[in-house]
């Protein structure tokens, strides 16, 4: 499945993405210590009360070991995880009998002339197969090319139990011909709940090129620098668990480290203002503020009574921060006025996901799990921390929950919503009357996540239970193409033309 997307800016991404060293084996270690990697046999014994002793590896250890080194490097291959055995292991090498290997029979040369057949020593020598491999080097050397004008969406992804992070690029030719295809791939440590791209230059310079992962299994937020290829280890992980002990018959003793979400991160939203600056919300019913320069977290919201299922900044306001939950309430807190309590709003049903209008700084959607959608007006709100200021609309846009909801960056009140029900829906909510101008069936299975581009707005991503990346050209949609023609020829014209 496809539990979340992020676009990255254009011209954002390094052409040509580096190739990250192989882990050290003190890194490897620290995976280890931080429990990263689960060690092969981790029951306890009666006698193990005790402090650990430290021991030389059997060799069925070293092998259990070096399968989870390997499986965090995203090497181990199922069938090798599924149970071969070091007994098995043996045997094999056994009958291929490699001791007497060079004790070859007297029989035909393999590398003579035979029959008069040409052969070259290496392939480097033979023009048929280096021409051949500099055609395939060059169409590989093609595909691993970022260019300006292509466009990279950062899907989160779990299947058959393992999580990652896929770099997509959306490709167009020059004769309107589009091609999506993934550009590579990043393993992480757990489920991948959430993501926000962020350009907060971590490793020095003007910029960065960086997605923030909140996780299932994981109280903490991963960073991944996207211009490095193969790397195993996030270039800054936030919050987290700094311990844990494990006794026998007793649950486990978890010490995190300070400032940390003590459960799923849930919803994150980067401040493009505040380029440092990083909203989380989480299962613990907190919101946090992280620094991301310092990896810090600088302020624990505690306003909700339930799991904080998302978080967005106002695109104007830069300190204005809404977050929804599944006590079923959507509050706004104004950090420019931190003792203020902030103004709430009720709703009906678990709140799945929000949005600020980015062509108004006064209004913002919220869809639930009911499969409905409501509009709000913030200055509707009341001086009082608690707000009965009815919705400005209310939309029963799905049969099930709407997971996810987009608004197009260019083209005003143009909707998009996303729902478990398998269909995408666009909609027209001009004068707070909303219509729906347009809905599909991506194949997608059920829809978690929906995101227009903001280089190339009419194109909608969407990814859901599948697991597969679908993207919709909304620009070529008869209902759209009538309504917001007028924006959809100004997206396709070149600046400056």
């Known amino acids: 499945m496809i539990s979340a997307i992020s676009w990255v800016p254009r011209g954002v991404s390094k052409p040509v993405p580096s190739v990250a060293d192989p882990p ?62 070091f007994d098995d292991i043996t045997d094999g090498l056994r009958e291929l009998d490699m001791e007497h290997y060079d004790d070859e029979e007297d029989g035909i040369d393999p590398f003579s002339s035979g029959l008069g057949d040409l052969y070259y020593p290496s392939n480097d020598m033979d023009p048929y197969l280096k021409d051949k491999d500099d055609d395939e080097e060059s169409e590989d050397s093609d595909d691993m090319t970022i260019n300006p004008t292509d466009s990279v969406i950062v899907c989160a992804r779990n299947e058959d139990d393992v999580s990652q992070l896929e770099i997509w690029l959306y490709v167009e030719s020059e004769d309107g011909e589009s091609n999506v295809y993934v550009h590579h791939d990043v393993i992480i440590s757990s489920f991948p709940l959430c993501t926000a791209w962020l350009d907060c230059p971590l490793k020095g310079g003007d910029k960065g090129n960086f997605i923030a992962v909140g996780l ?21 992980v936030l919050g987290g668990i700094a311990e844990m002990k494990k006794k026998k018959g007793k649950k486990a003793s978890i010490k995190y480290k300070e400032g ?57 306001a830069h300190q204005v921060l809404l977050s929804g939950s599944f006590d079923h309430s959507v509050v706004l807190k104004d950090g420019r006025a931190s003792s203020h309590s902030g103004y ?8 799945e996901s929000l949005a600020w209008d980015p062509h108004t700084e006064h209004s913002f959607v919220v869809s639930l799990e009911d499969g409905t959608v409501k509009g709000f007006d913030i200055r509707a709100a009341t001086s009082s921390s608690t707000s009965e200021s009815k919705p400005s609309f209310t939309l029963h846009a799905h049969d099930k929950a709407v997971c996810a909801i987009s608004y197009n960056p260019s083209a005003p009140n143009l909707l998009a919503t996303g729902s478990t029900d398998k269909m995408v829906k666009l909609w027209d909510v001009s004068n707070n009357q909303p219509s729906c101008i347009s809905s599909r069936n991506p194949k997608a299975g059920a829809v978690f996540s929906v995101s227009f581009s903001e280089d190339n707005p009419f194109l909608l991503a969407i990814g859901g239970s599948k697991g597969t990346l679908e993207v919709w050209d909304t620009s070529y949609d008869a209902a759209v193409a009538q309504r917001f023609g007028s924006y959809i020829k100004k997206s396709r014209t070149p600046p400056g033309s």
Not at 216 to 236: G, N, R
Not at 280 to 302: L, P, R, Y
Not at 344 to 351: E, L, N, P
Request: glycine share 6%; aromatic share 6%; with cysteine.
């Open 24 to 85: 050290t084996k003190e890194e490897i270690d620290e995976l280890i210590k931080t429990g990263a990697l689960e060690r092969s046999g981790d029951g306890e014994s009666e006698d193990d009360d005790g402090e650990m002793d430290v021991e030389t590896p059997k060799k069925g250890d070293q092998i259990s070991q070096a399968l989870e080194v390997a499986k965090a490097l995203g090497k181990a291959s199922k069938v090798t995880e599924s149970g071969t055995k």
């Open 216 to 236: 299932m299994d994981e109280p903490s937020i991963e960073i991944w620098d996207l211009d490095i290829i193969d790397e195993v280890q996030p270039c800054v």
């Open 260 to 316: 940390s979400h003590r459960d799923s991160v849930l919803g994150l939203a980067w401040n493009k203002f505040y380029r440092n600056v990083l909203a989380s919300a989480s299962a613990d019913k907190q919101v946090k503020i992280w620094d991301v320069a310092t990896g810090k977290c600088t302020i624990t919201m505690e306003h909700h009574t339930d799991k904080v299922q998302a978080v967005a900044w106002n695109y104007f």
């Open 344 to 351: 709430k709003w009720t709703v009906t049903a678990d709140v």
